[in-house]
Nanobody
Framework: QLQLVESGGDLVQPGGSLRLSCAAS????????IAWFRQAPGKEREGVSC????????DYADSVKGRFTISRDNAKNTVYLEMSSLKPEDTAVYYC???????????????????????WGQGTQVTVSS
């Protein structure tokens, strides 16, 4: 059973940077497309970015394009989210999730649709404030 654990969340000033990590256990991460979602207080969870199982395809929400970079190191069973030029509106709990296509050898780039992801981490808090 794949298990995911996020880390790296912190309090950062506007304009600052953070790197989030999503570490996998229980299964090899190289089989799984992974996405980052976030949920701000009082708002619905939204997709931020996703990466294919071998890392050759990525996608981003319009709100983070040019500021966030998703990457993965399958040898370390870890996916990263590099965040720069952070804004107060980036404040949220950030979750990583594995797409169900990983059970079936899917190598494409999944959509950022929450219901298509069936393994979730517990989340890490990112707060952008001066």
């Amino acid at each position: 059973q794949l298990q995911l654990v996020e880390s790296g969340g912190d309090l950062v000033q506007p304009g600052g940077s953070l790197r989030l990590s999503c570490a996998a256990s229980g299964d090899t991460m190289k089989n799984w497309p992974i996405a980052w979602f976030r949920q701000a207080p009082g708002k619905e969870r939204e997709g931020v970015s996703c990466i294919s199982s071998n890392g050759d395809k990525t996608d981003y929400a319009d709100s983070v394009k040019g500021r966030f970079t998703i990457s993965r190191d399958n040898a370390k069973n870890t996916v990263y989210l590099e965040m720069s030029s952070l804004k107060p509106e980036d404040t949220a709990v950030y979750y990583c999730a594995a797409h169900y296509g990983g059970k079936h050898g899917y190598t494409g780039l999944p959509l950022l649709l929450e219901y298509e992801y069936d393994h979730w981490g517990q989340g890490t808090q990112v707060t952008v404030s001066s």
